[in-house]
């Protein structure tokens, strides 16, 4: 089983629905979660950052975590054709070898005007 | 704002050449990581720096090496470059041990004939 768990998609919703992307892990001590955001031919951009348990809003995008399923979200709200990217999840427990991240391989979203 | 950069957007080489890729950081980050970026198969992680001098193997780093000989700069050297090296090259650096967060630079597209 690998350790993180990614629909490649694509997926492809209309101008201002809501998109639901999420990860799956089976590492128990995943603490640090995250996404980034690649436009196509460019380096990943960090989208939203959490530790441990939650969500997190920011702006039109909120990221969900829910340990106990080994389960990640990112909910984007009104989504429009700029949000056309791929989307990596990233995450990494306290204890591992330091700085690692390990990444879900990306969902390609295209958000069609 | 953290700033990576790579030194070409573009390369294109032939086989058993040898290719430099070079990655500079601006905001004294400790660590520093090479990846390789193919359709599939996700990010994957070639060699990482926590320190100068020291480097350590990622998941792939037959075909490669690297040098660290300043904090801010961190070169991936393709000794003999090959076919199956095209790819896109990203680099990235993090701040330290507690915050795991990796700000990635444009990425470099390496075409091997």
């Known amino acids: 089983q690998k350790e993180v768990e990614q629909d490649p998609g694509p997926l492809s919703v209309p101008e201002g629905a809501i998109v639901s992307l999420n990860c799956t892990y089976s590492?128990?001590?995943?603490?640090?979660f995250m996404w980034y955001r690649q436009y196509s031919r460019k380096g990943p951009e960090l989208l939203m950052y959490?530790?441990?348990?939650g969500n997190k809003e920011d702006g039109r995008f909120t990221a969900q975590v829910d340990k106990s399923s080994k389960y990640i979200s990112l909910f984007i709200r009104d989504s429009q054709p700029s949000d056309s990217a791929t989307y990596l999840c990233?995450?990494?427990?306290?204890?591992?070898?330091?700085?690692?991240?390990?990444f879900g391989k990306g969902t390609k979203l295209s958000v069609k005007p | 704002d953290v700033k990576v950069t790579q030194s070409s957007r573009y390369l294109v080489k032939r086989t058993g050449e040898k290719v430099f890729l070079e990655c500079v950081q601006d905001m004294d980050h400790e660590n520093m990581f090479w990846y390789r970026q193919d359709p599939g198969l996700g990010l994957r992680l070639i060699y990482f720096s926590y320190d100068v001098k020291m480097k350590e193997k990622g998941d792939i780093p037959e075909g490669y090496s690297v040098s660290r000989e300043k904090k801010e700069r961190f070169s991936l050297i393709l000794e003999s470059a090959s076919t199956n090296q095209t790819s896109m090259y990203l680099c990235?650096?993090?701040?330290?041990?507690?915050?795991?967060?990796?700000?990635f630079g444009p990425g470099t597209r390496l075409l091997v004939l």
């Open positions: 990235a650096s993090s701040p330290g041990r507690i915050q795991e967060t990796q700000y």
């Open positions: 990233a995450m990494k427990d306290y204890g591992g070898s330091q700085g690692n991240l390990i």
């Open positions: 590492n128990s001590a995943f603490q640090y």
């Open positions: 959490t530790y441990s348990s």
